[in-house]
Each structure stands twice: as structure tokens, then as C-alpha cells.
């Protein structure tokens, strides 16, 4: 049967790709600095030309290039697109990495390299798909695109007119959006779906210069205001509070529920990572991870005022910022839940409390039955032996709403290479080499699927 052989094909060909993420891996294309964008982008282009795809470069206003490529077998067959980004974190702090994030090695049955989970493995893993099935049966069995932006890491901030100015191009019967993590043990997980986002700070000004904190018994402190009006927004077990918040989220299905039920997640390798004291909704896995899915959150990311240097200064401030990162379910939209908090802040008597608009992505999530996510469980059975872990819905933002909701194609994550313990956006950034072959044969499988 020609899917073993392509799998047996990956397999055989994958030190030579891990040779290829090196090289990939070695540009630091860090979008936040700017760095390395037109050699990373040209770097794309070849390698999707050197696996058959006819690839160009399109130059975006004021941003890097987006790479595409498609490879196309036969018009009437279905077409399979995937979203990668060529871009990357920052590496500070810089001095926790045990290696150069920049110059990649493999040790421990590992890859470490800035990158290489989010997401520069997945883009090697997919291309060596392609290829096993370019050697194995001359091509693959159906239509392949890839866009490769280069500005994921900073939001995406040119990406929407590349879009707008060239959908037709991107037309697809389903999309790969970066790609799916491994959990713990190495079963692959995949999500229909994400959260979205609402970014907003909160600044309470309560006088226009500072003052000596002997005048506290008569002078406000913006500091406690805000403090007064955060603790209106959550309680201690992490519900938010705002009247009505939850009024459009999606519910749960029953059938949505099973496949949570039958998860392998495991909170307790999450908080060894993190090394936290304890987890918030007790010790039982499926609960954790119910929460962890459905729940829509009030984060403080950051809280400014006064002196925090060296030592100590006895002032009363005059002015302090919080900002808030709400997580949001599907079917909530950022604008309406953005009145909500305005709405509430002045019901509790905090109108002097200015609440800025700093970002937001609305929430996504695809059904169950849509062909791309057929194709993917299938091919995960055909490698792993069983369904990969499906979550209705990824607990952190990405591109997926934008997929669906904008280009109009279904999308969802995975398959991918990465796993729990791939430390994105933080020092030591790594892979399990059984997790890049197991994510590339998962993707010739779900290519043979579709
Ligand atoms: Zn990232």
C-alpha cells in the first residue's frame, strides 16, 4: 500500500530534514527587530521550489514578504492549504538559554533552536511529506498551497492585506493553521478552533503630579482604585464577574465533552514546567482541562505605578495602569464585550477609570465534521494508532478565525511537532525528534486522507 511506504519514505528521509530545519533554524528572524526577513523569506521560496511548488514572493506595504507556493496535481482534485509564519521571538532573557538559540543542535532525542516549534519544524515537517510523497508516487494525491508570512510574532500586522489583495490564490477546502502539540506521552493534539482576544489597559489619574505619601489620609491613590475596580472583574476562583459575559459564548456539546473525556491531558507535567505552587479548579484532569477550554479569563499582564526601583520612596502616586487580557470564547465578539467592561466599570461607580483599547481577534471554531478534520483524525490513526486528542477549541489565539472567517476556508491546528514542553516565546525552545518524524508522517497520512 503506497501510505506505508510514504510513511516508511518519511522516516527514512527525516535526518536529512533535520539537517534542512538546522539551516532554517540558523536565521535569526526575530520580527519585532526586524532582522533577517529577506533571507528567511528567499530561504522559503527555495524549499518549496526544490519539493515541486511553484513559489513566489509577494512584498506587502511597509512589511516582509509572504511566501507563497502551490503545488497543483489536478484541478479537480481537492486542495489542502498551510499557514506557516518564517518569523520568531525575541530570545531574552538571553542568559537562561543553555545554548545558542540560533545555532541549532540535537541532543537528548531533541532539536533546540529558537523556533523550532513555533512554528519553523512544521513548515520541514510538511515539506517532508511532500517529498516522500513526490519519491513514493511521482506527487501527492491532491492540490498542496503554503503561505509563509513573516510577521506572526508581532500580530500580523500586514498579513490582512496581503489577504484582501489575494484571496483567490489562497482558495482552499481546508487549512492547516501552524500546526497541532503533542501532549506529554506523545499523542497529537489538534484544535478546531481558538479562543479570541481583548487587550485593553486601565489607567486611573487621580491628581496631576505625585505627592508625599503623608498626605494619604486626605489624597486618592490611583493605585488602590484600580485595584478596587480589578476586584470587581474576577473572584479568587478565577470567574469574571462582569454581569452578562458569558450570555454569547458557545456552550459545550455533549459530543464535545466525550472527546475532552477521553483526552490525555495531563495538568501535572504543565505545572512541573511552570513549577507553580498549585493550579487553579483542584487536581482532576479533565476538569482542569474542561476549564482550561471553556473558561474565559481576566488576566492582569502587567500593573504600573509608583516607585518600584531600589530601596524605598514614600509617595503617593498620580497615576497607575493595569493591562487586561481577556480571553474570550466563540460567538463572543471583542467590540461587545468591550461595552460590557465599559458598562460595568461605570455601574460600580469607576467611570473615572479610562479603559484604552489596545488589541483584540475575535474567537473561531469549526464542526467536528468538516473534511479537513476528517482528513486529520484518520491520518492519525493511520500513524499513531488512534484519533489524535481533539479540543473544540485552542485556550490561546490564533490565526484560525482569520482563516475562516476572512479567506473563508476551514482551518484548525495540527497535525504538528511540537509538544507541551516545546517552551515557545521562552528561552530553550525544542522539539522531540519522535514528534517532528511522528508530525510529518501525521501530515503525509492526513495528505493521503483528504
Ligand atoms: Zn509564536
Redesign the pocket.
Known sequence: MSLTDVLAKVESNSEKALELLKEYCRFPSISAHKRAQPETAALVRRILGENGFEAREYPTEGGPNVVFGQLVVDEKKPTLLMYE?YD??PTDPVNEWKRDPFDPVVEDGKFWARGCG??KGNLIAQLLAVQAWREVEGAPPINLKFVVEGE??VGSPHFGSFVEANKEILKADGATI?GGDHLHDGRPKIELGCKGTLYVELVSRTAKVDQHSMYAPIAPNPGWRLIHALNTLRDQRGRVTIPGWLEDARRPTPREIRYLKASGFKAQALKEFWGATDLLGGDNDFELLRRLVYWPTCTICGFESGYTGEGTKTVNPAVAKVKLDFRILPNMRSDKQLVKLQDHLKAKGFSDIEVVYKDHLDPSAISRNARVVKACLKGSVDVYGHEADVWPWSPGASANGFFNEVVGVPSISGPGVSYDGSN??APNENIRLADFVGGAKHMAAMIGRF
Open positions: 509564519h520568531v521571538q513555533d512554528t506572526e510574532e501552524e515557545y516565546h
